[in-house]
């Protein structure tokens, strides 16, 4: 069964850089979300969106923006990284009023 | 503020075992309740969930225990085996699961020979 992608797997920036991160949801799926995975943390929820339009928002820091496309697939967009920035970053997705939320295996951004 | 509580951080268990993982939560407005396994480079991956509407859920050698009047939830892992071995992280959410999940803290499950 098709799962949900993201890409790249992993990044490396430097601080004050920019990065995207993309993620395509399971087909037919409406809704995407984003989370922040900390070094030995719990998933912290980023944003979410709902046939295109953001549906909720977590801690996001005001330096990163997301949206979601006419095809469902979202990207996250992130400036000014600081070293504070690196993390696993999951992307989930799900069909609206169907649980669970499928997650990708993330992207594994480095800050140096 | 940790929203959902978990319990215990780490816990090792022999193979064969029962693996008991412990989550309590404070917000009331939570109605679906699901654990999700991690290995290491990979995304959560559901296990198993329920609604507060049954008090049990079982589904091969996971079960899930709910107490809606703690506001409590337990994994049971039962004849646990080498390959169980990962982190567990019980999670919740409102509006049926419909809205973002809100984890806790994790366990880091080890199973021994």
């Known amino acids: 069964a098709a799962g949900v992608i993201q890409s790249p797997r992993h990044l490396i920036k430097e601080k004050r850089e920019t990065a995207t991160l993309k993620c395509y949801p399971i087909p037919r799926h409406d809704t995407v979300y984003w989370y922040q995975q900390g070094p030995g943390q719990d998933p912290q929820f980023l944003i979410s969106f709902y046939e295109k339009m953001q549906s909720d928002k977590g801690s996001i820091p005001d330096r990163f923006s997301a949206q979601q496309f006419s095809d469902y697939h979202s990207e996250l967009n992130m400036s000014s990284l600081e070293l504070g920035d690196s993390a696993l970053y999951f992307c989930?997705?799900?069909?609206?009023?169907?649980?669970?939320?499928?997650f990708g295996d993330g992207t594994r951004l480095s800050i140096l | 503020q940790q929203q959902v509580k978990q319990s215990p951080q780490s816990l090792i268990v022999q193979k064969g075992g029962i693996s008991i993982i412990n989550c309590a939560y404070e917000?009331?407005?939570?109605?679906?309740f699901p654990w999700y396994q991690q290995f290491p480079g990979k995304g959560p991956a559901l296990l198993i969930a329920?609604?507060?509407?049954?008090s049990e859920k079982k589904e091969g050698r996971f079960t899930i225990s709910f107490n809606k009047s703690a506001k409590q939830f337990s994994l049971h892992i039962m004849d646990s085996q080498p390959g169980d071995s990962a982190t567990y992280f019980c999670?919740?959410?409102?509006?049926?699961?419909?809205?973002?999940?809100?984890f806790g803290t994790g366990t880091r499950l080890t199973i021994i020979p």
């Open positions: 989930a997705s799900s069909s609206r009023g169907e649980q669970p939320q499928h």
């Open positions: 917000n009331t407005a939570f109605d679906y």
């Open positions: 329920i609604r507060p509407d049954v």
């Open positions: 999670a919740a959410s409102s509006n049926f699961g419909n809205e973002k999940l809100t």
